[in-house]
């Protein structure tokens, strides 16, 4: 099985700060299934990007995402109050098998 | 607009049933593949089950196959999980997701319920 890493585990930032949280996964995946969710305390999860890069409507373009190999960033350009969460990525396969990262926590410095 | 809606959970003791409901509504139900993911207090997130639109196919993670069901009645748009001989490590949060993909797949999880937690305890 696919295993999601992803780094850091905990951050903290300043509003304005540029974010950026790298998710790896344990062998080469397609970039199609690599996507990212936003959970605040107490709320379900909220798609923010799928396919890697592709935001999901409505969600503000602050937030991106990029493959390079096994990696997978999410960048936050510009933090906002609204942004302290904590990030999963998740990965989807054929067999089928869906696998969450362990989180990342983004905290108020 | 699109609203799913969980119910069911509550405190159960070890080895008992318990039987999760997800009620959608403001899409077309029976088009979509459905999923259950947990999480546990303080914890990550762990997929589940997922059962394909018209029911012809489900899918476990290994913690629960051969305790829990899915299924769906596409007539209620309404989605179930029966889960049986719980374990304490089943106590979590549960949601049911929406998959978004091909026929028999899902590239991810674009709208999820508001969770229903069980807690396994004596």
């Known amino acids: 099985d696919i295993q999601m890493t992803q780094s850091p585990s905990s951050l903290s930032a300043s509003v304005g700060d540029r974010v950026t949280i790298t998710c790896r996964a344990s062998?080469?995946?397609?970039?199609?299934?690599l996507n990212w969710y936003q959970q605040k305390p107490g709320n379900a999860p909220k798609l923010l990007i799928y396919a890697a890069s592709t935001l999901q409507s409505g969600v503000p373009s602050r937030f991106s995402g990029s493959a390079s190999g096994t990696d997978f960033t999410l960048t936050i350009s510009s933090l906002q109050p609204e942004d302290f969460a904590t990030y999963y990525c998740q990965h989807s396969d054929s067999t089928p098998l869906f696998t969450f990262g362990p989180g990342t926590k983004v905290d108020i410095k | 607009q699109v609203q799913l809606v969980e119910s069911g959970g509550g405190v159960v003791q070890p080895g008992r049933s318990l039987r999760l409901s997800c009620a959608a509504s403001g899409f077309s139900f029976s088009s979509y593949g459905m999923h259950w993911v947990r999480q546990t207090p303080g914890k990550g997130l762990e997929w589940v089950a997922v059962i394909w639109y018209d029911g012809s196919k489900k899918y476990y993670a290994d913690s629960v196959k051969g305790r829990f069901t899915i299924s769906r009645d596409n007539s209620k748009n309404t989605l179930y999980l029966e889960m049986t001989s719980l374990r304490a490590d089943d106590t979590a949060a549960y949601y049911c997701a929406r998959g978004v993909g091909s026929a028999y797949s899902t590239y991810y999880f674009d709208y999820w319920g508001q969770g229903t937690l069980v807690t396994v305890s004596s």
């Open positions: 062998q080469s995946i397609s970039s199609n299934y």
